[in-house]
């Protein structure tokens, strides 16, 4: 039967708990239910908290805020595609709430941003209860493809500038997405030149599961390297990316490209200052990272 993320909602609590951050939980206030149900791939939960908004739940496990979204959406999205000197072909894995998507397409040298992402029901939700993630749905550039991203990426060789991975956790649909045959395939749809950003779990809580997902990466990409970004309502408040170039000797911490200023403006995360940071670990995970 599987979580029912309602039913962790207790005395007008929600708390997270999982397999992924054993002995801790994130607890939320809750202040009204918006939606409650089942898809065919997982529960949904949405619900609004005093201090973040409104709350996405999947499988019992929060995938976004509407208070501190931007700082992964950003993150993930601008990390690549500012690495990048042109991106004009963006594809996008899982992010059915269409925060990533927003932010592809303040590239104005995007002509196509295609998302791929398993379940209608995430993306009908988002359009529903998030109107500000969902705001890029529309944008003539976006083809949304309901399907296994695993399954399209190796359907697409040398199609993509840009591919990001907006995976909900290792643990169900997305199972598939921390997979060696996923990066495989990943490397084989980018164009030369092209960039691969994906999510990359917690540095405080998951290194056992980064250091081999970047041995696999080292084995397909010439230039790896691994960002973070501080998200409060994210286990341990912190998540990370594995970022590949499909070129060898990408500085991926220098931005190829400053946002203008009118794009600037309207980013609240990401700076070119914030992208160098983000490359900047602290000696317990770069030791980890980078000694493997
Ligand atoms: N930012 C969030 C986080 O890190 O918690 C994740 C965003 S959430 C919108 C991730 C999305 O990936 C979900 O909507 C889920 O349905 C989708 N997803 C999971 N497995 C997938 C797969 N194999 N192919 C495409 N999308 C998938």
């Known amino acids: 039967m599987g979580i029912c993320g309602k039913d962790l909602i207790k005395d007008g609590w929600f708390s ?11 607890s939320l206030q809750v202040t009204d239910v918006l939606y409650s149900g089942r898809s065919a791939f997982q529960d949904l939960l949405v619900f609004t908290n005093p201090t973040y908004g409104t709350v996405l739940v999947l499988d019992g496990v929060i995938q976004v805020t509407t208070r501190d979204e931007f700082a992964y959406q950003e993150m993930i999205a601008h990390l690549p595609l500012f690495a990048h000197p042109a991106p004009v072909d ?8 269409g925060g990533v998507l927003r932010e592809v397409l303040k590239h104005p040298s995007v002509a196509r941003a295609v998302l791929v992402e398993i379940d209608a ?15 890029g749905f529309d944008d003539p550039r976006v083809e949304v493809v309901i399907a296994d ?7 697409h060789v040398d199609a993509y500038d840009v591919i990001i991975t ?18 495989a395939a990943m490397a084989r749809s980018l164009r030369a030149g092209g960039l691969a950003c994906c ?24 230039t790896v390297g691994y960002a973070y970004t501080a998200v409060p ?9 594995v970022i590949c170039a499909k070129d060898a000797g990408v500085d991926l911490a220098t931005p190829r490209r400053a946002p203008s200023a009118a794009v600037q403006g309207r980013l609240r995360y990401y700076s070119p200052p914030v992208h160098a940071a983000a ?14």
């Open 16 to 26: 997270e708990r999982g397999a992924l951050w054993p002995g801790q939980a994130m």
């Open 90 to 97: 963006v594809l996008v894995i899982g992010g059915g709430d």
């Open 121 to 135: 029901a995430v993306v009908e939700a988002s359009k529903r209860y998030l109107p500000a993630l969902a705001a």
């Open 149 to 155: 991203g695993a399954a399209y990426m190796a359907d």
């Open 166 to 183: 907006d995976s909900s956790d290792p643990i169900g649909p997305a199972e598939v997405l921390f997979q060696p045959p996923f990066y």
């Open 199 to 222: 999510q990359g779990e917690c540095m405080w809580l998951h290194l056992d599961l980064i250091r081999p997902l970047l041995s696999a990466c080292r084995r397909l990409f010439p």
């Open 233 to 241: 309502t994210y286990p341990s408040g912190q998540i990370g990316f």
């Open 279 to 292: 490359f900047v670990l602290p000696e317990f995970a770069r030791r980890a990272v980078e000694e493997g």
